[in-house]
């Protein structure tokens, strides 16, 4: 048995609210196509949608991947290290997406949200990584702390988009 064991239950929990949050986000995204679509909406949800869903997916993943029966902490520590790397590249798309887009100007809360606190989970995955050869317990700790400030990231970025589509767009459409 690896160290991994003893985070069993961490990751099970994290991996099915996680997963749960996926379907969730799609049955939301979905009730939303009614409302009528504007031209920039297809930039915007590359900045602010999609990543929300990269992030959960990336959560479930983890958990599941960290969840399986590893004879030595190599292969993890490489497959959390690739996902961090990944991440924080991905994390400066996004922030590239959000300059970009025109159909929403970012505010401070957005670039936190949106940027800052995804680039440093990732970043955070990443060092864990480096550091799992020397203090594998501070590395676990690490990426337990990346998995679950993407889990809140991505449900506070989701919600941030409901409530943005039902009370911002909404109201924009109907007139009022």
């Known amino acids: 048995m690896t160290a991994l064991a003893s ?11 996680s997963g749960a949050l996926i379907g969730l986000q799609f049955v939301v995204l979905s009730l939303i196509t009614n409302t009528p679509a504007v031209r920039t909406n ?11 869903i990269v992030h959960f997916a990336a959560v479930l993943g983890l958990s ?6 590893w004879e030595t902490m190599a292969a ?11 991440g924080v590249i991905y994390a400066v798309i996004v922030a590239r997406r959000m300059r970009a887009q025109a159909a929403y100007q970012p505010e401070f809360e957005d670039w936190l949200f949106h940027g800052l606190l995804p680039f440093a989970a990732y970043g955070t995955m990443a060092v864990a ?3 799992a050869g020397s ?7 690490g990426v337990g702390a990346a998995v679950l400030l993407l889990l809140f990231v991505g449900i506070h970025n ?17 007139g009022q």
């Open 42 to 52: 297809r930039e915007a949800g590359h900045a602010f949608a999609t990543p929300t």
């Open 7 to 17: 985070w069993q239950n961490f990751y099970v929990i994290a991996g099915s609210s």
């Open 135 to 141: 203090h594998l317990r501070e590395a676990l700790f």
């Open 76 to 86: 993890p520590s490489i497959l959390w290290g690739l996902v961090g790397v990944t």
């Open 129 to 131: 990584a480096y550091a």
């Open 158 to 174: 989701a919600w941030d988009a409901v409530t943005y589509h039902v009370f911002v767009r909404t109201t924009e459409t109907s």
């Open 64 to 69: 599941g991947a960290l969840s399986a029966p």
